[in-house]
């Protein structure tokens, strides 16, 4: 049993009326764990399912409705709190796609809140933020001096009462990886949501979500990632895409993600043996919830960090992470 | 998973999966008179994992985790496995379950009315619960308490009771043998006994009541009873609640609700015994 259950229900929501019991099980099991249990949800929608499936999705949809609520009163505390510093406050994910309505945002989990600034005025709102009462998470100083020299955020910071996180990113990928998406571009070209709150044109909340599943993360969890990404393509103008991803340095990953949402969400498409790869991983999940092809997640994992740093810097961070007894998720 | 077994307690349906065959043997065991779940579709899956390929075999160490889970769980010995079992199937409730708001209290019902005892783990709460639901009173659980959004009754979890360290001897009196699970030595709340609850509260497990007084008890002083302020009960019972915030609005108004409605106290009992009497005196006066 592999994740495509799951992606089979986004696909294609009527198809469930096949599943029996056990099948049912498998289904919640797998898009809780891929946090997709929201989506599912309304893409269910009314359509007849067994009585005790009923309450699960409903509980699954007042869930997502608290979540974007959540989201979007601490997007408004940000703004709030960086109202004086004349930077726009850009929302990105799903904060972003709950605040303007896309449908990427329908049923969406939504975690920390992340916001991109511009560079230059990281330091100004880092002491906004931090006069409003956030406060770091991350204690041990290697992580602190990582994050600043080399990551394309701030280390994390988690409000003091309302015990959310934010993340403020300057740019899109670590400082440290082959591709340089440029951020200063997105910030030019952002489109309000709000008067205070803004996020990226069409062209490039794909650019940066791809950027985020394919040219960086190990992928686990990606099956919302890419699910996000088949939302977002939605209408897109493709010579428009093309170019803006070609001006990231994301042309290859975003055809590529192109061939993986079509194939998985949506109509169809022809997958080259990477692809292929790439698409196991993702839909490496059982019907019990757990990840499998255990080897092949691990290798996604150092593949991320490789993909990040340059080899010698790789090694003296994964050494420093191994002896403070760090194991990858 | 290699061994599996669906349950429904109260109005919660788990799909438990273990890759030992211990825990599942001993929940079947404990849980046989327990109505089998209606169909199979469980609202939670619980996993009873080795926290490392190596310790399924060597040194059997359980990760407790399944559709929701804590990163930092505490591993659990195979020795302590329906343990691990049931803290899983908690873990699951207090993080998950949206039908109710959830109180981590335990209740007694009797003539039609529920009493709800709420307290920190060792108030008692647990112990003279499960004594009542020996003596009369139909036990609704010891661990939750699940109060309606919309009616203010509160429903039953009956799930074995978990009795700890000089609590097994007092039930253990009272109760047949039968109904005693193994003795689980050297867990990390001491040593552990579970208790099948009586027929009655399995056979009236999707029964609700309205509650008529709430206890908050305290083992180990003189007796004592004193009344405690709205605005207390309130705060006290959101820190008892594992979903209050999550429940937003509705939370909150079936919780006003509940404090403007039941009367409360705090009790003080020095032993199981008194603290009988003094429930039992309470509840004639109060309820």
């Not at chain 1, 080399?150 to 015990?163: F, G, K, Q, T, Y």
């Not at chain 1, 493709?238 to 998985?264: D, I, K, S």
């Not at chain 2, 009956?158 to 005693?180: C, H, Q, W």
Request: charged content about 25%; overall charge positive.
């Amino acid at each position: 049993m592999s994740a495509r259950l799951l992606v089979r229900a986004l696909r294609d929501p009527g198809g469930v009326a096949a599943l029996d019991g056990r099948g049912w099980n498998s289904l919640i099991a797998m898009a809780r764990a891929e946090r997709l249990i929201g989506t599912l949800a309304l893409r269910i929608g009314e359509r007849p399912v067994p009585m005790a499936v009923r309450p699960i999705l409903m509980d699954a949809r007042a869930d997502a409705e608290r979540e974007a609520r959540q989201a979007l009163w601490e997007a408004d505390r940000a703004a709030e709190a960086l109202a004086g510093l004349g930077v726009p406050v850009v929302l990105l994910k799903g904060t972003a796609y709950a605040a303007a309505g896309l449908s990427a945002g329908q049923g969406r989990f939504i975690g920390d809140l992340d916001i991109l600034v511009p560079r230059e005025a990281m330091k100004d709102v880092e002491q906004a933020l931090i006069g409003a009462g956030w406060e770091w998470v991350k204690d041990d100083p290697y992580d602190d001096a990582y994050y600043r020299q080399w990551m394309h955020e701030l280390p994390p910071m988690i409000h003091a009462s309302r015990d959310r996180m934010i993340d403020v990113h300057h740019t899109v990928l670590p400082l440290t990886a082959r591709q340089t998406p440029d951020a200063a571009a997105m910030l030019a070209d952002a489109v309000p949501i709000t008067n205070e709150l803004y996020m990226l044109c069409p062209e490039d909340r794909v650019c940066h979500a791809v950027a985020h599943l394919l040219a960086d993360g190990d992928l686990a969890g990606g099956l919302r990632n890419l699910w996000d990404i088949y939302c977002l393509l939605d209408g897109i103008d493709p010579a428009a895409l093309e170019a803006r991803a070609a001006r990231h340095g994301l042309v290859r990953h975003v055809r590529q993600a192109q061939r993986l949402a079509a194939a998985l969400y949506g109509a169809g498409g022809r997958l080259t043996l990477w692809d292929r790869i790439v698409a196991a991983r993702l839909l490496a999940r059982d019907g019990w919830g757990r990840e499998r092809r255990k080897l092949l997640g691990f290798a996604f994992y150092v593949r991320s960090h490789w993909l990040r740093m340059p080899p010698v810097m790789l090694a003296r961070h994964l050494l420093t992470k191994w002896r403070k007894g760090h194991r990858p998720a | 998973m290699k061994h599996a077994l669906s349950l429904k307690i109260g109005p919660a349906t788990f799909r438990i999966g273990s890759a030992w065959r211990q825990p599942v043997e001993a929940l079947a065991r404990l849980y046989a008179d327990y109505p089998a779940p209606a169909d199979e579709i469980a609202d939670f899956t619980v996993r009873l994992e080795p926290t490392s390929p190596f310790r399924r075999w060597f040194r059997p160490s359980i990760f407790i985790t399944g559709d929701h889970g804590l990163a930092d769980a505490a591993p659990m010995s195979l020795a302590h496995g329906l343990l691990a079992a049931e803290m899983g199937m908690n873990l699951q409730m207090a993080l998950g379950w949206r039908r109710h708001l959830l109180l981590h209290a335990s209740s007694v019902e009797k003539g039609g009315r529920v009493l709800v005892m709420t307290g920190e783990s060792g108030s008692g709460k647990s112990t003279l619960a499960a004594q009542l639901g020996e003596r009369g009173w139909r036990l609704m659980g010891d661990e939750f308490a699940l109060l309606d959004l919309e009616t203010g009754a509160i429903f039953p979890f009956p799930r074995l009771v978990s009795l700890k360290n000089r609590a097994i001897d007092v039930l253990a009196a009272e109760a047949p043998p039968g109904r005693m699970g193994p003795l689980l030595a050297g867990t990390a709340k001491g040593d552990i006994r579970h208790l099948v609850p009586r027929g009655d509260a399995v056979g009236r497990m999707s029964e609700g009541a309205l509650p008529a007084l709430l206890l908050f008890p305290r083992f180990g002083h003189a007796t004592d009873v004193r009344a405690v302020g709205q605005g207390e009960i309130f705060m006290r019972l959101t820190q008892a609640s594992t979903n209050y915030v999550a429940l937003g609005e509705p939370g909150f108004a079936a919780l006003t609700r509940f404090v403007r409605n039941v009367p409360a106290r705090a009790i003080d009992f020095p032993s199981g015994g008194e603290a009988i009497a003094l429930v039992e005196r309470l509840w004639e006066d109060l309820a």
